[in-house]
């Protein structure tokens, strides 16, 4: 994760960038570039999916590495320990979506019953 962040403070850096990263800035950004990934397999079937994985694998790539560019640059600029996060919140997730009523099935905690 580290090295991750190193690579993109390098890139802003040397690019002066810091000025264009506020919160809201990086809010829109990791938004607006997870709209493209999801753009891409709008009105797509789950085989056309597929097939995109094998012809347009690349260009899926790099729509993946545009909104981890932005998450990265926010935690990194404004100290956010993503490991941490990650584990807090799966702690909490836990605690919403117990197995015994979640295991199989993709509804908001709210629906479990």
Known sequence: ??????????FCSE??????HSPKELAIGLSTEANELLAL???QSDEQI????KEQRETIEDE???SLFFVLRF???????????LERKMIRNRLKYPVELAKGKNIKYTHLK
């Open 75 to 85: 935690a990194s600029l404004y100290d956010v320990d993503l490991l941490a996060a």
């Open 50 to 53: 597929m097939e995109m994985f």
């Open 15 to 20: 690019r002066d960038w810091d000025q264009y």
């Open 41 to 43: 397999f709008r009105f």
């Open 64 to 66: 993946i590495v545009d």
């Open 1 to 10: 994760m580290e090295k991750l962040m190193k690579i993109i403070d390098e």
